[in-house]
DNA sequence: TTACACCATAGATAATCATCTATGACTATA
DNA sequence: TATAGTCATAGATGATTATCTATGGTGTAA
């Protein structure tokens, strides 16, 4: 058989006939004339290598070979059916795989969304990256991930963003802490406590860092711990001070208090970012979806859905 | 996915580009040049409606979709692949079907053929009609059966025969008929026994009617009994004498004997016959081989090999 | 026997395909 | 920063395909 020849047509054409008995029947079922399907036919015949159908009592019918070539047909044309239907559920976004990076702190909140999406779409499988912002930007360059959460977006051209949930940072001290219930609490009067600070590829720490450099403090004693959970533990057993999204420490507060410092908490907020020449895969573009729609349940933020509409809206004319 | 625009060859150069990770190098293996090998994959991609392949790092590899192509294609690939092999067999005969119309006489002798020959081709499906000589002919008429046996081929241009076997027909008589022993014993004297014989539409009867007339002798009394097994045990019991192949009485001789009458047994013989412009099923060809190289063996018949050498041979240039 | 239904073949044509060579873009390595 | 390797694209061409209309053969049914 000269397989190379063989189409998926000659296939389709030859299972109908097979089917109705008759290359009359079929060249009206498939819009063709008669003489097209005969033709049809004595190709495949002739990729075969054998005759594949006779004549016999007005109707057509498979000979031995043809019947097993029936039987192939069949089978063939319904894997690729398979195929293609599968095709049609992945750009529907219900199956399929994307990646996602988050920094460090977005981890607290994004599982409440990924939960109830991966519960209404069992056939998408989700990669959930993690690391802090520098590692992520590095992700970013390499176009490692389909889709990453930043509080603060790239600078690059080809990035666009959608904030969708506000990430304070708030001040924390150990539980009973002696600052508080101060009032008109300062970052002055607190400049000689020790801080627990994430390391300078953190996102955390750059706000931070940042902040007290417009403010023109410096901080007396500091030292770095590489994980937000580390550094609540840390502060619960009154090792020092430190600067938290607010959402670390409503996951777990035992031990540790926001304190009431003036000028906090940072506002900051945590974005959706895609690279804009990136094909978004289907099951990406389903998440954020999915993700407008529940914003306002999950978290109580309806600026951010219009935002991530705007980023739906964006990627659905860039197709 | 355009599944009727799909072909097997897009199939096999993806997989190979998929497996070597290189469309310079699958232009290479399959002796195209690189930019059909290119071509083909964007063809590829159109039908499917969806990127396949992407660039990483100078290798080329498949997408999330593409990897779903990848394994279809090896799938597809394989199943035709094995229907591949399949024709093939059933070309060289090893594999298939046919059937075989015998005349009645003839079943005593044919198994000693087909039986070794299904032993030494499981694969091959032979269906075995029998009947009389007429009943024979019809169904010959209708092209029902790839092969037949007959003792006396129909007398039609369309038909290729082949004598292997002798039939000789002999007078039979009960044991210990008080005719066993008698010297020069001729028809005459038996003209007033009671013959039993097989009815009008088979070819043992007709070959005794034409040997009677041909002798100018008419029976005086006969009964019709239309299975040769009857008739043997009949004449076993007394009811008459009857004339049967040798073979019918060799195979079971109880009760029977053969009568030692001049001019008996009269010659007759099996030959296999095919319809000149019927395509034989290769199975049915490759059991006439094997007839041809076991008939000695069997049958101790060494014309009969010739003449089934030389059908095969027509057989042969006739394809 | 005539009419009809069904199929095969011939001949024509526009579309598509398979393939090539030439060239340009991009990327990693010397 | 050359250089080589890998792909993509453009343009050309002969082959093949899909499809049609017209026509003729064959067998079945009225």
């Given at each position: 058989m000269k397989v190379r020849q063989l189409t998926f047509r000659l296939l389709q054409v030859y299972a109908d006939v097979v089917r109705t008995g008759s290359i009359t029947a079929t060249a009206n079922r498939l819009h063709l004339t008669q003489p097209t399907v005969s033709q049809q036919l004595k190709r495949l015949r002739e990729i075969v290598g054998e005759p594949i159908v006779r004549q016999e009592d007005s109707r057509v019918v498979p000979t031995e070979v043809g019947q097993a070539l029936y039987q192939l047909s069949q089978d063939l044309l319904s894997r690729a059916d398979v195929f293609s239907q599968y095709l049609d559920e992945y750009n529907r976004g219900g199956r399929g795989h994307f990646s996602i990076g988050l920094v460090n702190t977005a981890q607290y909140v994004l599982p409440r969304l990924l939960g109830p999406f991966s519960q209404a779409n069992p056939q998408v499988d989700v990669t959930v990256e993690i690391g802090n912002r520098q590692q992520m930007l590095n992700r970013f360059e390499r176009h490692e991930d389909d889709l990453y959460v930043f509080s603060h977006p790239p600078a690059d051209d080809a990035v666009m963003a959608a904030p969708f949930l506000s990430n304070p940072l708030v001040v924390v001290g150990p539980?009973?802490?002696?600052?508080?219930?101060?009032?008109?609490?300062t970052m002055e009067a607190l400049k000689e406590e020790r801080f627990l600070l994430r390391e300078p590829g953190s996102a955390t720490r750059h706000t931070f860092d940042a902040w007290l450099y417009s403010a023109g403090i410096e901080l007396r004693s500091t030292q770095q711990i590489a994980s937000n959970e580390a550094i609540r533990l840390a502060v619960a057993s009154g090792m020092g001070l430190a600067v938290l999204s607010r959402h670390v420490v409503a996951d777990s507060p035992k031990g540790v208090q926001e304190l009431p410092l003036q000028?906090?908490?940072l506002k900051s907020r945590w974005h959706f970012v895609v690279r804009r020449e990136r094909r978004l895969p289907p099951a990406a573009y389903r998440f954020l979806s999915f993700v407008q729609g529940s914003l306002a349940q999950a978290?109580?933020?309806?600026e951010g859905e219009l935002a991530v509409a705007e980023l739906l809206q964006a990627l659905k004319t860039e197709r």
């Open positions: 539980e009973n802490s002696r600052w508080a219930n101060v009032n008109d609490l000028g906090f908490p978290f109580d933020e309806p």
